[in-house]
């Protein structure tokens, strides 16, 4: 089962990758922002596409039986759902969200995320 939840961690963020580098501009749409220029299109691809496809690749390969490496990966990705995470809630008590979605969805997915991935050891 802990195979299971960890591929679908992977899966979230290879969907996060995959449409980071396809589709830029619409991905952080939902946040009021724009990727206007080539330097912003290669931010947003660059952290949202390739930190998504590389995490989904760690999760993938650890799902697979990385061996001794498997624990480390998990909680390495969860600790970065958790720093993400917790620079939403600073974000949020510095300045209140006009909604609940994206900010406050994306808060309790990460929370969500990191706490199937450290339940999955």
């Known amino acids: 089962m802990s ?3 960890i591929g679908l961690v992977a899966i979230f963020f290879a969907g996060m ?3 980071g580098l396809v589709a830029p501009g619409k991905l952080v749409a939902p946040f009021g922002m724009r990727a206007a220029s080539a330097d912003g299109r ?9 930190f998504g496809l590389a995490m989904a690749a760690a999760l993938a390969l650890a799902a697979f039986g990385l061996g001794t490496l498997r624990d480390g990966v998990l909680v390495a990705v969860a600790l970065a ?7 939403r809630v600073v974000s949020m008590l510095l300045e209140r969200p006009s909604r609940f979605y994206p900010t406050g ?8 995320l990191m706490a ?6």
Not at 42 to 50: D, I, K, Q, S
């Open 17 to 19: 990758g995959v449409y």
């Open 42 to 50: 290669n931010e947003v691809r660059a952290v949202y596409g390739g």
């Open 116 to 121: 199937a991935l450290l339940a999955a050891r």
């Open 81 to 87: 759902l958790g720093g993400m995470a917790a620079g």
């Open 3 to 5: 195979d299971v939840i």
């Open 105 to 112: 969805f994306y808060l309790v997915v990460e929370v969500g």
